[in-house]
């Protein structure tokens, strides 16, 4: 994604004069037997914006153009058992005839906002995400290398990955068939040694940070056996595949059940960790009032929100302080505004100061903080 890619390029760099564009995000539920709720999600999803649309904020224009974009968006809800994402983003803006549909390979919060701008936020931080993963899949004379992309798109739309390479499997992009033809059993080793020295070369020059290894159990167990500890540090897990008979469809579902365990055992490690830190009055900070203060003096290294939690607060428009009631804001005096989600304000404070933000989408602690996080220097906890 991002630069390069026409669809992304052209979502954060729309810009709509007097058309309001609609961004709504939407989770899909891998298990197919669940998919009768999808329906009603999306309903209550695109509530707000329905009820927004009878209200005299727009003109009748815009109101028309805003209709039929949520009757678009209502219409992916009935193709979503097609989709093997884990949740779609949808722009739309009829007036100015935008439509951009992508299918996110993990959950995001579900959200429909009306801007006069497409709200991507989440589908950056997602698609950054996704480049996390290469997959190597070993044989003892050959190699193949996958790297996470977005899952085909619908309405021939397609967001493609920063790092695309020659071959496009269907969702997944296939890397150029590394041939070290050693056939005789006694330079599998170097051949593996080789690989080895590709998937380091891959982890310094992409995007890519961890890797999945697959293959026939022995191959995989001789491979992982010969990595360099440091590499072999940043397998997160594998899984056996018969190499002569996978199809990167096969590849792709089992490479997302090792991620998806990895992500839920390494959330549960995070909450873990920065409840610790808390505990121990390192750098740590746990719930809305807390986090906040840490926000404003711009201390926040790593936000983790808790699934899809939203609380509203204030904002002073002058000097970007947030709060969640004071109607003069501390530090210059100024009115503050309501905002609808004050939690959705620190990730953009956090995001825009080079920090990170973890949505955990698993039952931890976190549950009841909210959020919590993992702090550059010490921030006292509220009296
Ligand atoms: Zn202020």
């Known amino acids: 994604m991002g630069p390069g890619d026409p669809a992304v390029d052209r979502l954060v760099g729309f810009r709509a004069m007097g058309a309001p564009v609609l961004s709504a995000y ?25 009820d927004m649309v ?49 299918q996110l390979p993990k959950p995001v919060r579900n959200r429909a906002i009306v801007d006069a701008t497409p709200y991507v936020r989440p589908l950056l931080e997602v698609l950054d995400e996704a480049h996390r993963y290469l997959v190597v899949v070993v044989a003892r004379d050959n190699a193949w290398f996958y790297e996470f992309s977005l899952g085909k798109l619908e309405a021939g ?14 969702g997944w992009n296939g890397f150029d068939e590394y041939h070290a033809r050693n ?51 940043k397998v997160v897990g594998s899984f056996v595949v018969d190499p002569h008979t996978m199809t990167p469809g096969r590849v792709r579902e089992q490479a997302d059940d090792v991620v998806a365990g990895y992500e839920l055992r390494e959330e549960t490690r995070l909450v873990a ?80 100061s080079s920090g990170r933000v973890e949505h955990v989408f698993t039952d931890t602690r976190l549950e009841t903080l909210g959020i919590a996080a993992f702090l550059r220097f010490p921030v006292p906890a509220p009296a």
């Open 26 to 50: 939407v989770g899909v539920p891998p298990d197919p037997s669940e998919i009768k709720g999808v329906h009603a999600r999306f309903l209550s999803v695109l509530q707000p914006v329905r």
């Open 54 to 102: 009878e209200s005299d904020a727009f003109t009748h224009a815009q109101r028309e153009s805003l209709r039929t974009d949520i009757d678009r968006v209502l219409e992916v809800a009935s193709r979503a058992t097609e989709m093997h994402g884990h949740a779609v983003g949808v722009f739309a803006c009829r007036l100015a005839d935008l439509y951009e549909e992508v």
């Open 157 to 170: 739309t397609r967001v493609k990955g920063r790092h695309q390479r020659k071959r496009d499997y269907g």
């Open 183 to 233: 056939r005789a059993e006694e330079l599998a080793r170097r051949h593996y040694r080789e690989t080895a020295a590709v998937i380091e070369e891959m982890l310094a020059t992409t995007a890519a940070e961890l890797v999945v290894v697959a293959g026939h159990e022995e191959t995989v167990a001789e491979f992982l056996a010969l990595l360099p500890r440091a590499l072999r540090d």
């Open 273 to 352: 960790d920065v409840l610790d830190r808390v505990g121990s009055r390192g750098l740590g900070a746990a719930g809305l009032r807390w986090c906040l203060l840490a926000a404003n003096e711009k201390g926040i290294e790593r936000l983790l929100v808790h699934d899809e939690r939203e609380h509203p607060g204030r904002t002073c428009d002058r000097c970007g302080w947030l709060g969640l009631d004071d109607q003069e804001c501390p530090v210059d005096g100024s009115p503050t505004r309501p905002v609808p989600d004050v939690i959705d304000e620190i990730a953009s404070v956090v995001l825009a």
